[in-house]
């Protein structure tokens, strides 16, 4: 709440005159939460890069160009993984051939809003799209380092499907909402962690889900390199094979020799050893 107390303070200072470029590195300087009239959702990162004015503020009429250089001005997204990003997002919009969708369209449960997530509560139990601290507690009991781990994200995960499957009896889970979900688990890796490392920083992480509010003041910036389509796409490959409970199928999967915890690699790959132990033992590629 002081945090609260803080930000609301600078966006009495600076809301009135809102950068019109983002570009502006100072653009981070400038938030304000969603306030009446203005649409928010369940997407941690959309709303808050609609606080920040990288989206429009309102949240309304999202299009491609629009959601395309706020990730890559804020996150140094690269143009084509938003794009697919976007067309993901993009059937939110129930009008036949949008263009554009507005953040409160993400709410609507079972289209792209789904159950488990790390920081809402599940449709059936009330609001699905505003945080829930209650919520986000359980997901934060297992991110027990700093950097936050992999498996720690994936332990959250699969601790919030269990937790869902035993109290709703709606629970629903698809694969594409498996898909989907470890994506919003990456996230927070490609924006504030380290994507070879596939770990987190904790501070920075915790500060983003309870307030909605990119860590500038505690250190950090916009990431130097690009995040890529195939970044993400071996992060939620390192995601995926975290999901098992089962401690030999890895190795199985990967048709190595019968070793625990990389041993082989270690021996032979010395410079990988420091890298593989954030990732648990998937290793980096
Ligand atoms: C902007 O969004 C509103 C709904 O939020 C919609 O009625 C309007 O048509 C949109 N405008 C444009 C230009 O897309
Ligand atoms: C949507 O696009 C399809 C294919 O281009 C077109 O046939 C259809 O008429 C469009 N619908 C509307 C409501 O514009
Ligand atoms: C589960 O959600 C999917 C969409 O993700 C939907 O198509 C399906 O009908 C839902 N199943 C049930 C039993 O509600
Ligand atoms: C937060 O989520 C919990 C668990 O789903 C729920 O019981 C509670 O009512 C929610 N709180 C709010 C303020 O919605
Ligand atoms: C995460 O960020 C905080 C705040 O800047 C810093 O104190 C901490 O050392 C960082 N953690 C790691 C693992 O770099
Ligand atoms: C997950 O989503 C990505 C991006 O849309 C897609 O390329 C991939 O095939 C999907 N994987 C699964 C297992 O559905
Ligand atoms: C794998 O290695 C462990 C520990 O050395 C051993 O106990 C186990 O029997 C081995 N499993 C297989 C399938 O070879």
Redesign the pocket.
Known sequence: MRSFAFFAGIAIAQAASAPTSSEDASAYSYWQPGGPGDFRGPCPMMNTLANHYFLPHDGKNLTREVVTKALQDALHFEPSLTEIMFEQALPANPLPNATWFDLNQLNVHAVLEHDASLSR??AY???NH?F?Q??FDESKKYWIDDPITADQLTNSKVARQLQSRAGNPTYNFSSTVDNFSRGEILAPIVAFGDKVAATTNRTFTVHFFENEHLPIHLGWHRPTDPVTLEDVTKLSEILAKSQTLLTDSVSEQQGTQNTTHGETEEDTCGKKKMIRRGVGHFGIS
Do not use: A, I, Q, R
């Open positions: 509560s599940d139990f009330g609001n505003v829930n209650t919520v």
